[in-house]
């Protein structure tokens, strides 16, 4: 039996039953900030969760790029662990925005490098 390869979305309120049969099938544990309980300290579990995924997916917005803490806290943490090999982010630009002179445009989006179609975020991002 193979493990599991953790994943981290820093985003918030994503819906990850996209990547439920993956879940499932454990191929993958997926993590977000809304499973964070009651009571944990947010910074802290959002930091550990960054620094030890295997894959971070940056689900990219409008909204994801205006975000302070996802670009100024988040995205260098992940972004210097894929530089240093440790983790693999993979940006997935679901909505169009003006992404591409962002600190991870040299990162291979998907897919390709338009949005995804019929990729529904309506109220989540």
């Given at each position: 039996?193979r493990g599991?390869?953790?994943?981290c979305?820093?985003?918030?309120?994503?819906?990850s039953?996209?990547l439920?049969?993956l879940?499932?099938?454990g191929?993958?544990?997926?993590?977000?900030?809304g499973l964070i309980?009651?009571?944990?300290?947010?910074?802290?579990?959002?930091e550990a969760h960054?620094?030890s995924a295997?894959?971070?997916l940056?689900?990219?917005?409008?909204?994801?790029l205006?975000?302070?803490?996802?670009m100024?806290?988040?995205?260098p943490?992940?972004?210097?662990?894929s530089?240093?090999?440790?983790?693999?982010?993979i940006?997935?630009?679901?909505?169009?925005?003006?992404?591409?002179?962002?600190?991870?445009?040299?990162?291979?989006a998907?897919?390709?490098d338009?949005?995804?179609?019929?990729?529904?975020?309506s109220?989540i991002?």
């Amino acid at each position: 039996m193979r493990g599991l390869c953790p994943l981290c979305i820093p985003i918030h309120h994503l819906d990850s039953t996209h990547l439920s049969l993956l879940q499932r099938e454990g191929i993958i544990s997926c993590w977000y900030d809304g499973l964070i309980g009651a009571g944990q300290q947010w910074r802290r579990e959002i930091e550990a969760h960054l620094n030890s995924a295997n894959i971070i997916l940056l689900f990219v917005s409008a909204d994801f790029l205006a975000s302070d803490f996802c670009m100024e806290t988040e995205l260098p943490v992940a972004l210097a662990r894929s530089s240093r090999r440790e983790a693999l982010v993979i940006p997935v630009i679901v909505r169009e925005c003006d992404w591409q002179t962002a600190s991870f445009a040299h990162l291979q989006a998907l897919p390709g490098d338009r949005m995804m179609p019929s990729f529904s975020c309506s109220g989540i991002l």
